[in-house]
């Protein structure tokens, strides 16, 4: 009799273990359902022109005004700092959250969105509801690069868009004009990239233009700054006044993607404070010095960390949405 009890005990547990089994398969089914990796063909069949209707609006916006493929870049980077790259950046303020563009980081100084809104237009033309504004953005700081003279790569797609911005954690999170190189590690570090991904993706900074507020405190208050680069910048950027004056980046070549930007810091001709804390008797001079010396090194090393920032913490599979507008959630 017992026996007989045992076994029918037996086969309870078994039934019960087996739909338990049965449960966690899927629930993984369907948690994996939601999560789709990012992929370059990703948009092959729904939308096989996405990628050169993205790269012809670069071109245009570029051709235009060369400022603009820095800005992209820009726009690319300050995005995926805040959340990961989801275009919670592109949001336009509204009745329930304050968006990131009016975050000390990026007030005043962000540009492009009127490109990105055009670029969309043209998509939601050919193919409704399918690309992502934050596809674009990874997209757009690609061609940028590219067709500014520097490095290509692979652009993994399948990004999903944010339904919302954080505007505290723009302020917290992305790099200050100010920030010493302890600051910088930590900023890099908490999005998962390594020190010299940090140190590569400073050299974003071969192309583009400051605002004179960006480097005023670096001319009047740093002491690691060549002389006569620093009378210059102080002549045309005085203590009070001509907040809007531009300087490049780069100081012989703003609108081409090249390592001169660390040449530069070799020299003590880093415009901003937290450009020359990357060369400034650390452990990251080695590796300035090596970009320095090669563009091919560099190149590689800024392709590589930025396929690895445009993983930062996306959304994928049935997580956000992808927007109509960028300016705006669905």
């Known amino acids: 009799m017992s026996r007989v009890i045992n076994t029918m005990a037996f086969l309870k547990f078994s039934a019960l273990l087996w739909c338990i089994l049965v449960l966690i398969a899927s629930l993984s089914h369907v948690e994996g359902s939601t999560r789709v990796e990012l992929s370059t063909g990703y948009y092959y069949h729904t ?7 993205v790269e012809d609006g670069v071109l245009l916006a570029v051709k235009s005004d ?59 033309e050919a193919c409704p509801g399918i690309v992502s504004c934050a596809d674009i953005l990874a997209l757009a700081s690609q061609y940028a690069v590219y067709h500014l003279g520097g490095p290509s790569w692979e652009v993994k797609l399948g990004r999903r868009d944010s339904l919302t911005a954080n505007r505290t954690a723009a302020n917290v999170f992305l790099p200050s004009p100010a920030s010493n190189i302890t600051t910088l590690t930590s900023n890099f570090a908490v999005q998962g990239l390594s020190f010299k991904d940090m140190v590569a993706l400073s050299g974003a900074h071969t192309i583009g233009f400051a605002r004179c507020t960006a480097f005023r ?64 008797s650390n452990k990251a001079d080695p590796i300035v010095r090596k970009f320095s010396r090669s563009l091919t090194k560099f190149y590689k090393s800024f392709a590589k960390a930025m396929i690895k920032m445009g993983d930062i913490s996306h959304l994928t599979g049935t997580q956000g949405e992808v927007r109509l507008h960028c300016r705006k959630a669905n």
């Open 217 to 280: 405190s670096r001319i009047y208050n740093d002491v690691d700054i060549n002389p006569p680069f620093k009378q210059y910048l102080q002549s045309i950027c005085p203590r009070v006044g001509n907040d809007s004056v531009l300087q490049g980046m780069d100081l012989k070549t703003p609108s081409h993607f090249d390592n001169l930007y660390y040449k530069n810091l070799l020299v003590k001709k880093g415009l901003l404070h937290s450009d020359q804390e990357i060369y400034n």
């Open 66 to 124: 060369t400022r603009m493929g820095a800005s992209l870049l820009r726009l690319h980077f300050h995005d995926c700092f805040v959340n990961g790259c989801d275009g919670s950046v592109l949001l336009d303020d509204n009745a329930t959250f304050t968006g990131e563009k009016t975050a000390f980081p990026n007030s005043g100084s962000l540009r492009g969105f009127e490109v990105v809104d055009l670029i969309k237009a043209k998509l939601e």
């Open 47 to 53: 939308c096989p022109e996405a990628a050169q209707i």
